[in-house]
């Protein structure tokens, strides 16, 4: 979406990177709980994957961790006891493209963060976490295909005992494994982050009498791509993905690993990628704490194999907002930086803050990337003002959206969710010329109808549209007209 939308990206990658020098200070009557933090007696203490090794580029002292990703991603992880409850502090100082320090067995269960690029120095990540009811297994790792990595110094502080040192130093440090030759079928997440107003469509992973586009042939006009969708399995909670394959033969053979492979075609020109969970017939209930971490735990593997940059929650039969919420706190911690948080609900699901879609989308907040609400298939509506409005005009879009923005969440969390023509669904499309004047219209005041809002709101965050697909049906006219609007606002 232009030039301005780019500078953004790296400036805001660039503080990401700068942040993760930033050394926090360690809880009260901490010890040194990681044997053999600097790797000077070679991988003693730790658990390490065949794509190990020590080198000497070291950060301090004269050994370091290497790891060149192959087959895996090239871990080292050392299992420590910890006590539940207790605060931790986890850093390490790493050097080189999607380094991963993070830990599992925690509290919140896997957390995580990882630097996003290289500058051929060493930077410091860091993860805080509570201890849970077990032991807690910390590591270090690379990503598929980016190269080698190092890291040294990894440091837990905590409550606990210090454990002994090693009794084995090395008498050499081996070189680290060739790099691979291929990559194998997975997928970082991106390194981008979202510009200041957004432009989101929903891509087919089906046949449905639209369009069929592979994920590649996404216009680069969207900023965000939700793929829909994910779908339950006999797990409760637990959701499965794979290339559909009637969609598949539609496309003359279409496959994840040419998915995963667009999905990072997508990443290289900035855009975020984003698995889309329920739909229309969605049947994904998260109800207690178990159903919780199954979704938590099926949604961050298929992110890790897909590079997917995070999750879209599109319940259309119900939320549970607390336990929904649990999950959706986990998968944001595993996540670490980039991570990016969508809700879909319907138009009368976000009628008040007491329901419980909005709930949900209060509790989550402090993660949370946009509310895309599905301004359509819903008759007639109550606006902020109290009064009536007719879906397919600007007064519903504008009146309804002002519910969101005076009921907690922060203008640029909301996001008009329209379809891209009347085919896409039962009522309330309208010209993409109409979404353009509501953003206006609460962005700036100007192109509102009879309703006008009490204030405007500048930093709105932008339209999602159902669908990609339906867009190309229609010449792509929702794209090239809400695109071109979003980048004229504030």
């Known amino acids: 979406m232009g030039t301005l939308?780019?500078?953004?990206?790296?400036?805001?990658?660039?503080?990401?990177?700068?942040?993760?020098?930033?050394?926090?200070?360690?809880?009260?009557?901490?010890?040194?709980?990681?044997?053999n933090p600097g790797f000077e007696s070679g991988t003693a203490g730790w658990t390490c994957t065949a794509e190990t090794g020590v080198g000497t580029q070291a950060h301090t002292g004269v050994r370091a961790l290497t790891g060149t990703p192959n087959a895996t991603t090239a871990q080292c992880a050392q299992t420590i006891q910890t006590t539940p409850g207790a605060a931790y502090t986890l850093t390490a100082w790493v050097n080189g493209a999607f380094v991963f320090l993070g830990a599992s067995g925690t509290s919140a269960g896997d957390v995580s963060t990882w630097t996003p690029g290289t500058n051929g120095a060493y930077s410091q990540l860091t993860v805080h976490f509570t201890g849970g009811s077990g032991p807690a297994t910390v590591y270090v790792h690379g990503w598929?295909?980016?190269?080698?990595?190092?890291?040294?110094?990894?440091?837990?502080?905590?409550?606990?005992?210090?454990?002994?040192?090693?009794?084995?130093?090395?008498?050499?440090?081996?070189?680290?494994?060739?790099?691979?030759?291929?990559?194998?079928?997975?997928?970082?997440?991106?390194?981008?982050?979202?510009?200041?107003?957004?432009?989101?469509?929903?891509?087919?992973?089906f046949v449905n009498g639209s369009s069929n586009l592979r994920l590649r042939d996404v216009p680069a006009t969207y900023d965000v791509v939700d793929v829909a969708f994910a779908n339950a399995t006999t797990t409760p909670g637990a959701v499965s993905?794979?290339?559909?394959?009637?969609l598949a033969t539609a496309l003359g053979g279409y496959t994840d690993a040419n998915l995963i492979t667009d999905v990072a075609t997508l990443h290289a020109r900035g855009a975020k990628v984003v698995l889309s969970v329920g739909g229309q017939n969605g049947t994904i209930s998260v109800s207690d704490g178990t159903s919780a971490n199954n979704f938590a735990t099926s949604v961050r593997s298929i992110m890790a194999r897909f590079g997917f940059d995070g999750v879209d929650i599109d319940l259309e039969n119900g939320v549970?907002?607390?336990?929904?919420?649990?999950?959706?706190?986990?998968?944001?911690?595993?996540?670490?930086?980039?991570?990016?948080?969508?809700?879909?609900?319907?138009?009368?699901?976000?009628?008040?803050?007491?329901?419980a879609y909005f709930q949900l989308a209060l509790g989550v907040r402090d993660i949370l990337t946009t509310v895309q609400t599905q301004y359509y298939n819903s008759g007639t509506m109550l606006g902020c003002d109290g009064r009536v409005y007719a879906q397919g005009t600007v007064d519903f879009l504008t009146a309804l959206a002002c519910i969101q923005l005076q009921g907690g969440l922060r203008p640029d969390q909301v996001a008009l969710g329209l379809p891209a023509s009347s085919r896409?669904?039962?009522?309330?499309?309208?010209?993409?010329?109409?979404?353009?004047?509501?953003?206006?219209c609460l962005a700036q005041g100007v192109g509102c109808g009879s309703f006008h809002p009490p204030t405007t709101w500048p930093g709105i965050r932008g339209a999602m549209t159902w669908s990609?697909?339906?867009?190309?049906?229609?010449?792509?006219?929702?794209?090239?007209?809400?695109?071109?609007a979003l980048d004229r606002l504030p």
């Open 144 to 205: 598929y295909a980016q190269g080698t990595y190092s890291a040294d110094d990894v440091s837990l502080q905590g409550p606990g005992t210090a454990p002994p040192p090693p009794t084995n130093p090395p008498t050499s440090p081996p070189p680290p494994t060739n790099p691979p030759t291929s990559p194998p079928p997975t997928n970082p997440p991106g390194t981008g982050t979202l510009p200041k107003h957004t432009l989101t469509g929903y891509w087919h992973n």
């Open 5 to 35: 939308r780019a500078a953004l990206a790296v400036g805001a990658t660039a503080l990401v990177v700068g942040a993760g020098l930033l050394v926090a200070a360690a809880p009260a009557g901490a010890v040194e709980l990681v044997a």
């Open 320 to 355: 549970n907002a607390t336990f929904m919420g649990q999950a959706l706190h986990q998968i944001g911690a595993a996540s670490g930086a980039g991570f990016v948080l969508t809700l879909t609900p319907q138009t009368i699901d976000m009628q008040s803050t007491g329901m």
């Open 468 to 484: 990609v697909n339906w867009d190309q049906v229609q010449g792509y006219a929702f794209a090239n007209t809400v695109a071109p």
């Open 241 to 246: 993905f794979a290339v559909d394959p009637e």
């Open 424 to 440: 896409a669904a039962g009522g309330g499309a309208v010209a993409p010329s109409v979404v353009a004047s509501a953003l206006t």
